[in-house]
């Protein structure tokens, strides 16, 4: 069983119990529900940087990468730095993340939010919706082409923004439908942890030019984006690189500026 495994399945009954205790109903009655979203897709068509930053405490692979800075003080870091996205991890047991962390990013910072979260079941869409988000990540590695449609066209229709994310052509192949709105390819191999922007390059020929293209995993330099603004990636995730540093709205400001020379 490797990571991704082991975390679906523990997300499965997380969202089991969580279904049990708050009803859609009270979801459906959150304050944010009604807010105007912001979409993410088109902050990156119209940027030069394309950088969407992330709030990440630890991860399976590299345990703790920052346990003491505020979401508050990031996410007003990254406003100021000029990312087009925040991408929140929501996931506790593999991330150190929360729905809270969510909500303390929208009363925080204006910018569209992502929900970095392993999702299968509409139930997550509506509690992202509920807690501030603007766009959900939908992951082909752990979904079946029906349940990419279903949960796409219901995040369409709460006026969610959908990130598809795929590892490999085959998971391109089963995911590319309308009711996406980004595309990414994730550098890092999920069974070995090993990461290449290859997998970005070579995937990004197949991908249809009606999607935003984003790459994700391993972008830690300005290199890595000019290598890879060729093959028409508008969007580049990066999370360590920032949240490593003791101020991740400052480090992603000088990058930036750096990338926009």
Known sequence: MNILDKITLDKRKEVALKKSIIPVSQLEQSVLFERPTVSLANNLRNSKSGIIAEHKRRSPSKSVINNTLTVQDV???YESAGVCGMSVLTDGKYFGGSLDDLLTARASCNLPLL?????????QILEAKAYGADVIL?????LSRDEIKQFSEFAKSLNLDVLLEVHNE????KAVMPSLD????NNRNLKTFEVS????KGLSNIIPNDFVKVSESGISNIE?????????YQGFLIGEN?????NPGESAGAFIKELEL
């Open 115 to 123: 929900r970095k979260e392993f999702i299968i079941d509409s139930y």
């Open 170 to 173: 085959e998971e391109l192949h």
């Open 75 to 77: 996410s007003k870091g």
């Open 182 to 185: 980004m595309l990414g390819v």
């Open 197 to 200: 922007l290859e997998t970005s």
């Open 242 to 246: 920032f949240m490593k540093t003791d």
């Open 138 to 142: 939908l992951i082909a590695a752990i």
């Open 224 to 232: 890595a984006i000019k290598e890879l603004q060729p093959y028409g």
